[in-house]
């Protein structure tokens, strides 16, 4: 299973004409904070920026910690990346957030489809990757206002993307 860091940019969408140059700016300074880990891929797509190691043996918890203090970056995320197939979607949810799944009492599923080829609708993905999760995790129980995790499922134009609660 690929690990990727996904890295919301925020407020840079509202610089207009700019925005590449913003979004630049970010990239250069992430890469430059990432630099001494090894070598990443760096891709810029719809506000989010996909970082993907591309040796083995790199620490993400070091990488997460660093862009904790990049300037600019609204949010984080580690992700695992699923090819776009239910069945392997919802495999990789269940293995990728076991740690957080059999800590949690509660759960929810957002999904966020950008690539609408993909035959499923949001609330449809949402269904059913929350089946199966109590499928899964007996123990767990759906709460839609305050649950322990929030399970995220982006489905992007290459790949669909797995994750926990984002870091701020």
Do not use: W
């Amino acid at each position: 299973m690929k690990e990727i860091i996904l890295v919301k940019d925020g407020e840079l969408a509202l610089k207009g004409l700019n925005r590449s140059t913003f979004e630049d700016i970010l990239v250069k300074n992430m890469r430059r904070r990432l630099s001494p880990l090894g070598k990443f891929a760096f891709t810029k797509s719809q506000s989010t920026v996909m970082i993907e190691p591309l040796e083995e043996g790199i620490d993400l918890d070091e990488a997460a910690g660093r862009l904790t203090r990049v300037f600019g970056i609204a949010g984080f995320s580690r992700a695992a990346q699923a090819p776009k197939e239910m069945g392997e979607i919802l495999r990789i949810a269940g293995e990728y957030l076991a740690p957080q799944l059999m800590e949690a009492a509660s759960f929810k599923v957002e999904a966020k489809r950008s690539d609408k080829s993909f035959p499923m609708k949001s609330p449809e993905i949402c269904a059913g990757v929350g089946e199966y999760l109590l499928e899964q995790y007996p123990h767990l129980q759906v709460d839609v206002h305050q649950p322990d995790v929030v399970v995220m499922v982006e489905v992007r134009d290459y790949a669909a993307y797995i994750h926990g609660s984002q870091i701020k």
